[in-house]
């Protein structure tokens, strides 16, 4: 019996441990803080006056040999510590994140003001706005073949309604020694009329990215399908790029012009006069430049009228054949 609890014990010890990374590579902490330094070298180098990107670049490159050196850090010492963390995404994955909570909180210290990304972070995946994004919300890519794609895709249900719009969101950070910058990102919204919109934006840049998907008055969302594909542009530059994409939001929004209310009784048929549904609401009329309030798709008795203007107080009379 104390054997088998002491081999169970050994097991858990050895799934709840992660292998240590080998002395030979810069150790997670030490990582930490030279990415973090890079990050805020990098804001400093893009501040900075310059008369051509090619002289930013440069730049970069500057204040990037001085993050290594501050820390006593080759760059041959750097580039191997990459390929490893390369084929261990999940490490570098978690060091990223304590990177990312440390700018932010510099941020706030500076009195930084909340953007898009963090005013729909509190939001739940129910109301008019919503945040329905129930997938992985942080990613690491670079232009290897396997891990420089992550495919999207999300399935309506019963709360999507007729004339939602939608915006998906994140944040990037691009960690390059060198060459041209471009992720795509495509999303495919098919809808229940079979009808498809599709939005592409190439991302260039470390910061926020948003795209909208317009609103589809004829029919509800069905599904979203799509991908962030990380380009490789400059296939002969040997040098390290990865793209780490955080707080991923789909953000959705009720429209308020739209009645998504079920029809009951046939009181939702189209008014074959306006093109408009017969549920209730308010409706111009033209001729009286009025408001005549319909309830259940039957037309108020003249005296229940209401109207800020009559120019007739007797009801339109109209001669049948």
């Not at 730049?59 to 963390?85: G, I, P, R």
């Not at 060459?179 to 934006?201: F, M, P, W």
């Not at 008014?271 to 319909?294: C, F, K, V, W």
Request: glycine fraction near 4%; proline fraction near 3%; hydrophobic fraction near 30%.
């Amino acid at each position: 019996m104390r054997n088998s609890l002491a081999i169970v014990l050994i097991v858990v010890a050895m799934i709840g441990c992660k292998p240590s990374v080998p002395s030979e590579f810069i150790q997670p902490g030490d990582l930490e803080d030279i990415l973090y330094d890079y990050h805020v070298a990098q804001a400093m180098a893009n501040e900075a006056p310059s008369n051509s990107g090619e002289e930013r670049n440069y730049q970069k490159n500057v204040y990037f040999h001085a993050v290594l050196k501050k820390y006593d850090v080759t760059e041959a010492e750097f580039d191997s510590s990459l390929v490893y963390y390369y084929s261990h995404a999940e490490r570098l994955k978690d060091i990223y994140h304590k990177v990312k909570e440390r700018l932010n909180d510099d941020a706030k210290a500076l009195g930084a003001s909340v953007g898009d990304i963090n005013k729909y972070s509190t939001y739940s995946s129910t109301g008019d706005t919503a945040n329905v994004w129930q997938n992985e919300t942080d990613l690491l890519l670079t232009p290897l073949p396997t891990s420089n794609r992550y495919d999207i895709y999300v399935k309506a249900d019963t709360s999507y309604y007729k004339g939602d719009t939608f915006m998906f969101q994140f944040m990037t950070d691009f960690v390059y020694q060198s060459g041209s910058r471009d992720a795509i990102v495509c999303l495919v919204a098919k809808y229940e009329n079979d009808s498809t919109t599709q939005t592409v934006s190439h991302v260039s840049m470390t910061g926020q990215t948003q795209l909208r998907i317009p609103q589809n008055r004829e029919g509800t969302l069905k599904e979203l399908r799509g991908f962030i594909y990380l380009n490789n542009n400059d296939r002969n530059n040997e040098g390290h790029k990865m793209l780490f994409i955080s707080q991923i939001q789909l953000i959705r929004f009720h429209s308020k012009e739209i009645n998504n209310e079920p029809a009951t009784n046939g009181t939702a048929a189209a008014d074959s006069l306006s093109g408009t549904s017969n549920a209730t609401r308010n409706h111009p009329d033209t001729i009286r430049r009025g408001t005549l309030q319909r309830d259940s798709g039957k037309v108020l008795s003249p005296d229940k009228r209401t109207a800020i203007h009559r120019v007739d107080q007797q009801p339109l009379k109209v001669k049948r054949k």
